[in-house]
């Protein structure tokens, strides 16, 4: 008889416990689920109404045509080819003093 009340407490206990995180904690997501969507809607308004205002912005290439940013001279060099280090690096260097 002892045995049985054991049993059927762990399984009211069970089903309690099964209850709480199935039913329960389900709720609490679906209510805290309509804050993380309504963040998430208003970053997105945010983030078209930027966009849109990007769009709008209009560059005006002219600069790039003019014949004073066309004309200008070129004093660069060219940078020499010097060979660095030796063909084997693990030959011991030799000394020639």
């Given amino acids: 008889m ?14 309690g416990i099964g209850y709480y995180l199935f039913v329960i904690e389900d709720q609490a997501l679906r209510s805290g689920n309509a804050d ?12 078209l109404r930027r966009l849109e ?8 290439t002219e600069v790039l045509t003019d014949p004073r940013f066309n004309n200008r001279v070129d004093y660069s060099r060219a940078v020499p080819t010097i ?8 030959v011991p260097a030799t000394d020639s003093n």
Avoid: C
């Fill in 83 to 90: 060979p660095a280090g030796r063909e084997n690096p693990f």
């Fill in 53 to 60: 205002e990007i769009q709008r912005i209009e560059i005006q």
């Fill in 36 to 47: 993380v969507v309504s963040d998430a809607e208003q970053e997105s308004r945010d983030f």
């Fill in 2 to 15: 002892l045995k049985n009340l054991f049993i059927l407490l762990g399984l009211l206990a069970t089903v």
